[in-house]
Structures are given as structure tokens and as C-alpha cells.
């Protein structure tokens, strides 16, 4: 596969139930017709929900890395974006029903993996600048109390020490694991794909 | 308890889990096959045909309920979710309703309203 491929279902491995029926091409002119007029067929479906909202957030953040992009290099390299396109498809498939465990009788609660990936993804919003492909948890969620590691892959911007970066987004996940699951978390590890070079906020004109 | 009393209840729950501190939604539970279903009826205007997102079923010894959830990030999916179950919990406690499952599962969680 040419990872300059433009990004497609078949390159997603998106399948039409992970979208309900929908497009990754079908929610990007909902997201660009600002949602309107209102789809509840979209609106109604988490995985569509979760697609919507990396979408949104990938599209505000794309015109700048572009733009950073054509200036720094002779041709535009999508294949970051295609990753994380490929990371939002992903997300949007519901997976494995992941057990809460919680000390009351009777109680069978759960939240779904897609849920769990999409949650991660929007630690974007607490780091600028970060964007994150694809997530894969090692060990088995179903079952609860087994250790679970989890992969990430990043893309980071130009400047940042990755580092520390890297520690934040750890925290930030952690954070939301913790809120959002009772995963027995052992480890997340992160690797970063690609350093995006983004324009100097002080040149901009505003 | 009858269909009909089936349907009533699963909307009445369906309420009731949306007034839960925390619950942003409720998404309908199950496959992509009845989804679409619900979607045919929706065009070909049976809107009226289309079932409450709570499902209800009868069991040997009770009801089961099951749930799909939207919650909001800021409350997390851990106590929202024990949120629901009890009020789930007391609805049909209170009507005397014998159950041998409340399933709740967390669909999607929205982020947006977390100031970092």
C-alpha cells in the first residue's frame, strides 16, 4: 500500500457498521454544512459521535500543519494524516464492551472500547499541537483486573520537548482512565510518528 | 406484564436515566441491522413504530433491562453509570417489577465540556 494513497474506506479498514451505515467522507460534509440541517441518524449513532469530534478537532489543527507543511517541504506529505484518519476509524468502531466493576449487587456496567479510544483521542484537546493515530490496548478488557498496556502512536509539534510532551499526554490519559474505567493499567507507551513543524503564533496577524 | 407494559416501561426509564446527573444522551442498543430497521420505518414515516432506545425483555425468572449511555466527560463513566443503574434500580423496585439484569454501557463520552 502507497502511504501517499489518498485516505479511503478500504485504506481506514472502515467498515459500513462501524459508521452506522456512514462515510468518513459523509461526516466531513456534515462537520463542513455545520452539521445542519440536523441527522439523527448521525447524531443518534456514538460512533459517528466520536468520528464527528476528532474530525472537528483534526480539522482545525489541519490548515495550520498544511500550511507549515508546504513551506517546509517541496511536497505536502499526507501519510500523518492518513494515520490519523486511520486512528479515527478505528475509534469509531463500538469493540469489546469493557466491564466497570463496581461494589454494588447486580450492577453490569460497561463501556465500550470505541467509547475508551475516543476518550484518549481528546487529550488532543489538552495538548495542543498533538495529534494521535492509532491506540491498540494489549490484554484482554474483558476481563476484569488483567493487565492492560496501552500503544499510542503521535504526532507531535516542532519545538515542544518531547519529553515532557510525552509525560503530559501520559498524565492526561491517566486522568481519563481513571474517571472513565477500572482497567487495570499497567503501562502507556507512546511513540511519536511525526514532529509537525507549526507557524510561529507571534507572526500571525490577527 | 405485556408487551404494550414492556414498551410503557422502557420509556418511562428512558426518562428517568436522562434527568441522571451526568447522562448527555441515550444511544439505541443493538446491532447495526435493527438500527437500520428503525431507520426503513423512520422513511417510510412508520416514526410512530420506532421502539423506545431502553430495551426491555423478558427473561424465565424476570425482566432484563438494557442501556447504551452518553455521559459527559467531566462526571466519568464510572460513578454516571452507577448512577443509572440504581435509578434504574428503584424504578422497578418500586413497581415491584422483578428483574434479573440492568445492563448499562457507556457509548461515547463527551469531552468538550472539560476545561484543561
Request: net charge negative.
Amino acid at each position: 500500500m502507497n502511504e501517499h494513497d489518498t485516505p479511503d474506506a478500504r485504506v481506514l479498514g472502515l467498515e459500513p457498521e462501524d459508521l452506522d451505515g456512514h462515510t468518513i467522507e459523509e461526516l466531513s460534509d456534515y462537520l463542513e454544512a455545520g452539521c445542519r440541517p440536523p441527522d439523527p441518524a448521525i447524531d443518534e449513532s456514538p460512533g459517528c459521535r466520536i468520528a464527528l469530534e476528532a474530525l472537528e478537532r483534526l480539522r482545525r489543527l489541519s490548515p495550520e500543519l498544511l500550511a507549515a507543511d508546504a513551506e517546509a517541504e517541496p511536497e505536502p506529505d499526507d501519510s500523518w494524516v492518513q494515520r490519523i484518519l486511520s486512528g479515527i476509524a478505528l475509534d469509531a468502531h463500538s469493540g469489546r464492551r469493557i466491564p466497570i466493576t463496581v461494589p454494588v449487587a447486580n450492577a453490569d456496567l460497561g463501556i465500550t472500547e470505541g467509547a475508551v479510544r475516543g476518550l484518549i483521542r481528546a487529550t488532543e484537546n489538552a495538548l495542543p499541537g498533538v495529534l494521535i493515530g492509532k491506540s491498540r490496548f494489549d490484554g484482554d478488557v474483558t476481563v476484569p483486573g488483567e493487565p492492560v498496556r496501552i500503544q499510542l502512536d503521535v504526532s507531535v509539534p516542532y519545538g515542544e520537548p518531547i519529553p515532557g510532551l510525552v509525560d503530559r499526554l501520559r498524565h492526561e490519559i491517566d486522568v481519563r482512565l481513571r474517571d472513565h474505567t477500572t482497567l487495570h493499567i499497567t503501562a502507556v507507551d507512546i511513540t511519536v510518528h511525526d514532529i509537525r513543524r507549526l507557524p510561529d503564533p507571534t507572526e500571525e496577524d490577527r | 406484564m405485556t408487551d404494550i407494559e414492556g414498551q410503557a416501561l422502557a420509556a418511562d426509564l428512558e426518562t428517568a436515566v436522562r434527568e441522571v446527573a451526568g447522562v448527555t444522551g441515550l444511544f439505541r442498543v443493538g446491532g447495526v441491522l435493527s438500527n437500520v430497521a428503525d431507520a426503513g420505518a423512520e422513511i417510510l414515516g412508520l416514526e410512530g413504530a420506532r421502539p423506545p432506545l431502553v430495551r426491555v425483555d423478558t427473561a424465565e425468572d424476570g425482566w432484563s433491562v438494557e442501556i447504551a449511555i452518553g455521559i459527559d466527560g467531566i462526571a466519568g463513566s464510572v460513578e454516571t453509570s452507577r448512577r443509572v443503574h440504581e435509578t434504574i434500580h428503584a424504578l422497578c423496585a418500586a413497581r415491584g417489577i422483578p428483574f434479573t439484569k440492568i445492563q448499562v454501557t457507556v457509548a461515547h463520552v463527551d469531552e468538550s465540556m472539560r476545561k484543561d
